[in-house]
């Protein structure tokens, strides 16, 4: 078992100490990585902290991946156990593999809300006022492959093997129903890191996601109002659309790109990232963000987490490096859950 409390020292008001779960050789991070989590635990903390807040947090599983691995859901609100009406936010990360970062977002996240409640009136407020949704790894099969043998093998996809083909994975991000192999943004090749897949929908990873979203529509009308979808690395907040570099095309609703931009923008004031619209930047059909949008009637922004890409693994940070991305993105994070109410 391995305490993070003194990896790095002055983080411990945002990501708070914990005992990790076990691990074995094959799910391990190598020296110097230690800050960073596993997929088991990332599901030992998770139940940890269900079980000793039982009244602010609730631990759900959302469905499994393609090796069956459970997908962890974790709700905080004052009265998690109730569906409340509060407005809701929906935050995921690691759904490429290899974006490590996301995960570590998301923990630092719930460790921030959960350590603060009672303690800072500014988290007590946030927690009092709105249900919170937080998914830290929706890709566990292909993070747990990236780091296997203590190695980083630059994995992207999941690990769900191509019908027909030798390849294995799909870009889960490319996967999603809407535009999806609209526009040049993705790949039908399997060999490909951008692989969109046989149909839309193929992975099981895009299929829970799609339908946890979906169950927080109630009477008709989708609860989530803002979303976050944590990638990295690049340090850009990048809003809808990624399939089209139009800034507001027939598919957008009059007045929602101020919006996305003015959200994007609160958030770039306060970590010192780039804005962005995606499609303007890389471009992508398929994406979570897109789907969330378009379909849900969701705020959803996509933030490219630090550090910047001329930083060598910048997808492996060593301790400091993310303990000092972590911090620099708590203001920001706790900002955007405040917008839930007036989005």
Request: hydrophobic share 35%.
């Amino acid at each position: 078992m391995r305490s993070r409390g003194a990896v790095v020292a002055g983080i411990a008001a945002f990501v708070l100490a914990a005992t990790a779960g076990p691990a074995d050789a094959a799910d391990d991070w190598p020296e110097g990585y230690q800050l960073n989590h596993t997929y088991t635990e990332v599901r030992a903390e998770l139940k940890q902290l269900a079980a000793e807040h039982p009244d602010i947090v609730r631990l759900r599983s959302i469905g499994r991946s393609y090796e069956r691995r459970k997908l962890w859901v974790v709700k905080i609100s004052d009265h998690a156990a109730a569906d409340e009406p509060e407005p809701e936010v929906y935050v995921q990360g690691g759904l490429h593999a290899n974006e490590h970062t996301g995960t570590e977002q998301s923990m630092a996240l719930i460790q921030s809300l959960v350590g603060g409640y009672g303690a800072d009136a500014r988290i007590t407020s946030i927690v009092d006022s709105t249900e919170i949704w937080v998914a830290p790894m929706v890709n566990p099969d292909g993070a747990l492959y990236d780091i296997s043998g203590g190695v980083f093998h630059a994995w992207r996809k999941d690990r769900k093997p191509s019908s027909g083909s030798a390849e294995v994975g799909t870009d889960i991000n490319r996967n999603f129903g809407y535009k999806w192999g609209c526009c040049g943004h993705s790949s039908a090749d399997p060999a490909s890191r951008y692989y969109r897949g046989p149909k839309r929908w193929s992975t099981p990873e895009a299929r829970r996601i799609r339908d946890f979203v979906r169950s927080r529509r109630i009477g008709g009308a989708q609860q989530i109002s803002v979303a976050l979808d944590l990638h990295s690395h690049g340090e850009f907040v990048t809003y809808p659309f990624g399939y089209t570099p139009q800034d507001e095309p027939r598919d957008m609703i009059p007045g929602d790109r101020d919006r996305l931009v003015a959200l994007s923008t609160g958030i770039a004031d306060r970590n010192g990232y780039r804005v962005r619209q995606y499609g303007d930047m890389l471009g992508a059909d398929g994406m979570f963000m897109d789907w969330a949008y378009a379909r849900q009637g969701i705020l959803c922004l996509t933030l490219e987490l630090g550090p910047l890409p001329s930083v060598t693994d910048g997808h492996y940070l060593r301790d400091a490096d993310l303990a000092s991305v972590l911090e620099g993105n708590r203001e920001a994070l706790l900002w955007f859950l405040e917008q839930a109410a007036t989005a």
